[in-house]
């Protein structure tokens, strides 16, 4: 967390590189439409689109390669609500008792956003061609991901799951589910989380492969706008199983 650094979009782009190649450039996560006007309904795509990122998740896991990290900066912020919460996904995985370790051994899951945000109540609008123009709504097979993974510069091994993971093998979708569920729970505790408060001007950096993150809520008649650029992963550790 860099506090006061108020980067351009340029700058943060510029930084962002520094890490790897970028996924995409600095991009905004707010509520302030094009025209200034602040949107607040639920039926707004973009206010669904926030509202799903209050569950736990990494970046890109419904990508064929999984993001390796952010850089985010804060431009608006509201009064009070609308932190970023960080899960520690390797203490998540050390914490696990033997057997749940063993179980969790060759498990894998598929990971898809419009499957989360579908369960969550917060699609979007479709388009004339019945699919969706917002971004990660790719026509791809669901990629397939380890459900346990070790990180390729610590060689630890951390969780992978969150919002995005569904379809567990060898399980039913309800037993997925229900399994899911608790894992995220148990892994998201509170004595493995940080949420940062933001202010205006903050820079925050994270590594994607090993944290997990959620939005947190805020009044949505005041205005937020945060910029996000992501950091792509290295396609030789980070392709999904059925992509490479």
């Not at 860099?2 to 600095?26: C, I, M, S, V, W």
């Not at 203490?91 to 990971?111: E, F, I, Q, S, V």
């Not at 699919?131 to 990180?151: E, S």
């Not at 947190?216 to 980070?238: K, M, S, V, Y």
Request: glycine letters at 10%.
């Amino acid at each position: 967390i860099f506090p006061g650094q108020f980067l351009t979009k340029g700058e943060q782009n510029d930084f962002a590189r520094r890490f790897g190649e970028l996924e995409f450039r600095a991009s905004p996560i707010t509520n302030v439409g094009p025209d200034g006007t602040v949107r607040s309904t639920p039926e707004d795509d973009r206010i669904k689109s926030m509202r799903g990122n209050e569950g736990w998740h990494h970046d890109s896991t419904y990508m064929p390669v999984q993001a390796s990290g952010a850089v985010v900066t804060a431009e608006i912020v509201p009064s009070a609500g609308g932190a970023t919460g960080f899960a520690d996904m390797r203490a998540a995985y050390d914490a696990l008792d033997d057997d749940t370790k063993a179980r969790l051994d060759g498990l894998t899951a598929r990971h898809s956003l419009e499957y989360r945000q579908g369960r969550a109540g917060y699609l979007p609008t479709k388009n004339a061609d019945g699919g969706y123009d917002m971004y990660g709504y790719h026509d791809g097979p669901a990629p397939v991901r380890p459900l346990t993974k070790v990180h390729p510069e610590t060689a630890r091994v951390n969780l992978l799951a969150g919002r995005h993971a569904h379809d567990v093998s060898g399980m039913d979708p309800d037993e997925s589910e229900t399994f899911l569920d608790a894992l995220n729970d148990a892994a998201c505790d509170p004595s493995r989380t940080f949420f940062h408060e933001w202010e205006v001007g903050d820079v925050v950096v994270w590594d994607n492969r090993r944290l997990a993150h959620c939005a947190t809520p805020f009044d949505l008649t005041e205005p937020r706008r945060i910029w996000h650029a992501r950091i792509a992963g290295d396609p030789a550790t980070e392709t999904a199983l059925n992509y490479r």
